[in-house]
């Protein structure tokens, strides 16, 4: 068993060579969540309303930078003033699909500038390795910002196509870009499965799919919960329309916020012993 994930967040920053994931790690720590919001909104008004609200409880905000009606240069900055203010990173789930060299003007360019101003980004495999070299050349030309990327590795919706050696490919591409490559967007925690680890391997598992009340929407959508998730190995949970859609989403942010920090607390104490 290579997998940290029984380990404290604490430890594994302290052993972790990637600083982008320490200071994710540190947060969690401090702020005692391990709670990814994906702020599904569509005006920037909205967005900024729940990231103040709920900053607070959360390690990572999630975007679709995409989907706002009246995307500008006030989104992004109420979107990092706001980082800052309540401690958290910015995630934009832009899943980056294409050959490279389109992928990086996507991620550096264009109206959305996107590595400006997000700290994770992520990006599937399905064009091959190309991908992920040229947002890791990106990344590590781009000077002295910190940005990290996760491997799309499954996804939650019925049918998906992202099994089996499609995974497997996943973790092996991860593995050669270790600066860059922070863990993986899947359901459980996947280094552990895969054979090759490197002794010292601690990709980071966010976790999306994950809602306390519901199995699913009526487009594919499967959940699972905060607690079946952390117990796979999962160390950030992403919850969009529970938290969110939720009549009182602050009273829903910290259920989440509660069931993902007990469920890690189970966790790292059964290594205790
Ligand atoms: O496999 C996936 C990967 C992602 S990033 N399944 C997903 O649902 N997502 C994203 O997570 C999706 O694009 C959406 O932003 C969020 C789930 O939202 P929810 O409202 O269903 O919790």
Known sequence: MTSKSNLSYRQRAADHPNPLVRKLFAIAEKKRTN?????????????????????????????????????GSHTVEGLVDLA????????????FIDIGNTVQKQYKGGALRIHEWAD???????AGEGIIQALDQTIRDGGSAERGILILAE????????VGEYTRASVEIARKYPQSVM????????SSHSPGAAPNEDFVVFTTGVNLSSKGDALGQQYQTPTTAMEGGSDFL?????????????????????????AYERRISQNRG
């Open 238 to 262: 992403i919850a969009g329309r529970g938290i969110y859609a939720s009549e009182d989403s602050v009273a829903a942010v910290k259920q989440y916020q509660k069931a993902g920090w007990e």
């Open 155 to 162: 996804m939650t919706s019925k049918g998906s196509l992202a």
């Open 84 to 95: 800052r203010r309540h401690n958290f990173l910015l995630f934009e789930d832009r899943k």
């Open 120 to 126: 994770i980004v992520n990006a599937s495999i399905l």
């Open 183 to 190: 863990g993986f967007v899947s359901t459980r925690e996947l």
């Open 35 to 71: 709670v990814v919001l994906s702020a599904d909104l569509t005006t920037t008004k909205e967005l900024l309303a729940i990231a103040d609200s709920l900053g607070p409880y959360i390690a990572v905000l999630k975007t679709h930078i995409d989907i706002l009606s009246d995307f």
